[in-house]
Structure formats: structure tokens, C-alpha cells
Nanobody
């Protein structure tokens, strides 16, 4: 079994910060692309940020300059540091990873989701 375990969601005030973590476990050879997605109530799921194994990143325009995605390959963990949070950032956040196992097989794995609520 290959799993992603998310943590760090919660309630924060506008302008506050929150750090999400997502740790991979199981029989893993390597992890390629990792990313964070979010889904707000009544809206489509959207890609927030991605990061390659070599830490090349990209972001959706709405979070550029506020969010930072990073990863620790030793810990098999991806992080999302969220700063200057806005009410429109409220969503369930999901991590995603492309994971290689043996025998050679790639798994597109999703975390269970963690709720981020930005409200006064």
C-alpha cells in the first residue's frame, strides 16, 4: 500500500498563515511530481502548486507570492506554506504524488484532504 497522509489544516483569520504537510509511506522507489490541489464549496477542483523531484515549482496565479511549495525527499514529504490567507482560500486541500514502486509501476496517489477555513 502506498498512502499520502495530510495534516495541518484548520481555522485561521484573514492575513494569517498555515502550513500543510503531506507524507508518503509504503513501498516506494521514488516520488516524481508532487502537488497540492484544492476544492472550494460549489467549485471545481483546481491545481494550486506543483513541485518536481528537483524542486522546480509552479503555482496558480491566485496564490503566487503568498504560497510556497517545498519538499523533503528524505522524509518523502511535501509542504505548502500558506501566507496572507484570504477567505477565498477556504477549501479542502488535497496533496497528490506520482509514485514509483517495484515491480515498475506508477501510482497516482491522493491524500485524504484537509480543510482550511479562512474566516474572522
Amino acid at each position: 500500500q502506498v498512502q499520502l497522509m495530510e495534516s495541518g489544516g484548520g481555522l485561521v483569520q484573514p492575513g494569517g498563515s498555515l502550513r500543510l504537510s503531506c507524507a508518503a509511506s509504503g513501498s516506494i522507489v521514488s516520488i516524481n511530481l508532487m502537488g497540492w490541489y484544492r476544492q472550494a464549496p460549489g467549485k471545481q477542483r483546481e491545481l494550486v502548486a506543483t513541485i518536481t523531484r528537483d524542486s522546480i515549482t509552479n503555482y496558480v496565479d491566485s496564490v503566487k507570492g503568498r504560497f510556497i511549495i517545498s519538499r523533503d525527499n528524505t522524509k518523502k514529504t511535501v509542504y505548502l506554506q500558506m501566507n496572507s490567507l484570504k477567505p477565498e482560500d477556504t477549501a479542502v486541500y488535497y496533496c497528490n504524488a506520482d509514485i514509483l514502486t517495484l515491480p515498475v509501476k506508477y501510482f497516482d496517489v491522493w491524500g485524504q484532504g484537509t480543510l482550511v477555513t479562512v474566516s474572522s
